[in-house]
C-alpha cells in the first residue's frame, strides 16, 4: 500500500472519522482506523460499539491495499505534519508518513482483527445540513446527563412525512424543534432516540450546504453527504410525548428583546450559587431581574411587556433559563406563563408586535419549556 495526499486532507479526513473512536477500550482494534486505498481513492473508517464513520477522498494511488493503524496516534501525527504532500506507505509491520523533511513509523494492527463496517440502513429522505445542526443544537441542551437514565440522554427524532420533529428533555425542561425535510419514502413516519452527544458530533460535521441522507431501521440510523457516512446506534425506550405538556391554557404572556436579557441573566447570575434561583418580576412596562439572599445580591431591570395580569414573578434555575435563550437567534422572546412554580413556555419572534398576538403569531418551530421554582422570599 502507497499513496500521496496534501496533509490538510489527511487530517481532516482521520479527524472526521476518529470522532467514533472509544477513548479507552478494552478491545485495541476498536480504537483503529481502517485506511484503505484504490483507484485515486482513499477511504478512512472507524467504529466503536455505538457509532461508524466512513469518509472517502482523492489520493494518489502508488499501490492499492489497505492497513489498520491506531486513529488517535494517526491523528496526532497528522496534526504536527508540516503542511504539504504526505507519501504514506506500508513498509513491512510499520505504516508510515513522511512529508517536508519530517518521517514517522507507526506499529500496525492485524486486519483479521478488525471488524466490518456496519451498512448503510434504508434512505428515507435527505435534510439541508446547516438547518439540521442548527436544529439539534437548539434542543441538545435539554438532553439529559445522567447516564442511569439513558432515554433521557437521547433526541428524539421523528419524521412525519415532510417534517422532521426533534425534541430533547431531562423532565426539568423540554425542547422541541422543528423543520422541514424531503422524504423519498411515501408516507414516511418514524419515532427513534438517538444518543444526543453522537448526534450532536454528527449534526456539526454534517453542518456545510448540501443535503444530508437520512438512512433509518429498526436499530440504527445512518447519514451520509459528499463521501462522508456515519451510522449511529438507537437507544431502547421512547421519550414522553409533548403535546399535552405544551398546551398552555391562557397563559400570561411577558415579551421583551432576548440580547439584553441574556446579558442581564449572565450579570445577575454571578450571585447565584448552587440551586439558588434567578427570579423575574414582571410588570406591565419591565421586568425585575433579582438573585442572591441576605449576604451577596443583584439586580437589573430592563424593558418588558406583560399581558394578563398587573404584575407576575417566576423564577427559574439560571443555567437552564441561560441555556433556553442562547438556543433562540431572534431578536425577542416571549414567555408563556402560568404562574410561580408551573410550567413556563419561552418561544423566538421577529419583533414585539407579532411576539404579542394572542397566538402567538402561528405554532413556532422551536419551543423551549421551563420548570419555574419557588420564587425568592
Not at 484503505?36 to 478512512?44: H, K, M, P, Q, Y
Amino acid at each position: 500500500m502507497e499513496f500521496r495526499i496534501e496533509r490538510g486532507e489527511l487530517a481532516d479526513a482521520v479527524a472526521w472519522a476518529a470522532r467514533v473512536l472509544p477513548t479507552r477500550s478494552p478491545v485495541p482494534v476498536l480504537g483503529g482506523l481502517l485506511l484503505e486505498t484504490a483507484d485515486g481513492r482513499l477511504s478512512i473508517s472507524g467504529l466503536d460499539y455505538e457509532a461508524s464513520a466512513r469518509i472517502e477522498v482523492p489520493a494518489e494511488t502508488v499501490r492499492p491495499g489497505k492497513v489498520l493503524v491506531m486513529g488517535r496516534r494517526l491523528l496526532d501525527v497528522c496534526r504536527v505534519l508540516p503542511e504539504g504532500a504526505v507519501e504514506c506507505a506500508v513498509e513491512g509491520s510499520r505504516f508510515t508518513v513522511t512529508g517536508s523533511g519530517a518521517g514517522f513509523g507507526l506499529s500496525v494492527l492485524p486486519l483479521d482483527d478488525c471488524p466490518a463496517l456496519p451498512p448503510l440502513p434504508e434512505v428515507l429522505g435527505a435534510v439541508d445540513g446547516q438547518e439540521f445542526a442548527k436544529a439539534v443544537a437548539d434542543v441538545a441542551v435539554a438532553a439529559g446527563k445522567d447516564d442511569t437514565l439513558p432515554t433521557l440522554t437521547g433526541i428524539r427524532l421523528g419524521l412525519d412525512k415532510d417534517r422532521m420533529t426533534l425534541a430533547a428533555t431531562d423532565r426539568y425542561r423540554f425542547a422541541v424543534r422543528s423543520l422541514a425535510w424531503k422524504p423519498t419514502v411515501a408516507d414516511v413516519s418514524a419515532d427513534v432516540v438517538v444518543s444526543a452527544r453522537r448526534l450532536t458530533e454528527i449534526a456539526r460535521s454534517f453542518g456545510r450546504a448540501g443535503m444530508v441522507s437520512l438512512a433509518m431501521d429498526g436499530g440504527s440510523a445512518g447519514f451520509e453527504l459528499a463521501g462522508m457516512r456515519t451510522t449511529v446506534r438507537l437507544l431502547d425506550g421512547r421519550l414522553p410525548r409533548h403535546d399535552k405538556l405544551f398546551a398552555m391554557t391562557d397563559p400570561f404572556t411577558a415579551v421583551t428583546d432576548r440580547a439584553p436579557l441574556v446579558e442581564a441573566v449572565k450579570r445577575v447570575s454571578v450571585v447565584a450559587d448552587g440551586d439558588s434561583p434567578l427570579q423575574l418580576a414582571f410588570r406591565p412596562d419591565s421586568v425585575l431581574l433579582q438573585a442572591g439572599y441576605e449576604d451577596d445580591v443583584a439586580s437589573q431591570r430592563l424593558a418588558a411587556e406583560l399581558r394578563g395580569a398587573d404584575e407576575l414573578t417566576v423564577a427559574f434555575n439560571p443555567s437552564y433559563l441561560m441555556d433556553a435563550l442562547a438556543s433562540f437567534d431572534t431578536p425577542v422572546v416571549r414567555f408563556e406563563l402560568m404562574g410561580p412554580g408551573q410550567r413556563a413556555m419561552v418561544t423566538g419572534h421577529a419583533d414585539h408586535e407579532r411576539a404579542m398576538r394572542p397566538d402567538g403569531a402561528g405554532q413556532p418551530a422551536h419551543e423551549h419549556l421551563l420548570m419555574s421554582v419557588k420564587p425568592l422570599v
